[in-house]
């Protein structure tokens, strides 16, 4: 059963950076919200997908940091989920971001639902979470959930 968590969501409200400010006159931000730092334990709080640890403390990522690891996502997840039409993402999808600092490496962890949906239990591939390592450039945590 799909249940929304709606105390989640209302919770999210009080915690989300605008994100306008970092984008250039007439960028498309599309549907993303980086939130701050004690929005964490409610982000990787998830019932059917495995998340990465919290880390020591977090940090704000900004939205070309943001752009860069969603460009490198995308190859990712048309290899991993062949049948998603992956085609239109970043305008299709909702997209929460974190920044964590774990053993001194900072990462960026970003929560993935269709646009409209927000977080559910199960749900299937259309829901995901990824784990980018912003030194390495690349991803060390990639899960997506249950088969709702």
């Known amino acids: 059963m799909n249940m929304l968590r709606l105390p989640f969501a209302i919770a999210l409200i009080c915690m989300t950076v605008p994100v306008a400010s970092q984008a250039r006159s007439g960028e498309k931000l599309g549907y993303i919200e980086v939130l701050r730092g004690d929005a964490v ?3 990787l709080d998830q019932c059917s997908r495995s998340t990465p640890e919290k880390g ?3 940090w704000i990522p ?3 940091q943001i752009k860069i690891m969603e ?3 995308l190859p990712v997840l ?4 062949p049948s998603m ?3 239109n993402f970043s305008a299709d999808w909702g ?4 920044g964590i600092v774990r ?8 929560d993935y639902a269709p646009h409209g949906l927000g977080p559910v239990c199960d749900g299937g591939p259309a829901f995901f979470g990824a784990e980018w390592d912003l030194k390495a450039r690349k991803f060390t945590h990639l899960a997506f959930n249950g088969a709702g």
């Open 41 to 43: 334990s409610s982000v």
């Open 95 to 98: 997209r929460r971001y974190i």
């Open 56 to 58: 020591s403390s977090t």
């Open 103 to 110: 053993r001194g490496r900072h990462y960026i962890y970003g």
């Open 85 to 87: 039409d992956w085609t």
């Open 62 to 64: 900004t939205i070309p």
């Open 71 to 73: 460009k490198a996502l």
């Open 78 to 81: 048309k290899s991993r989920q």
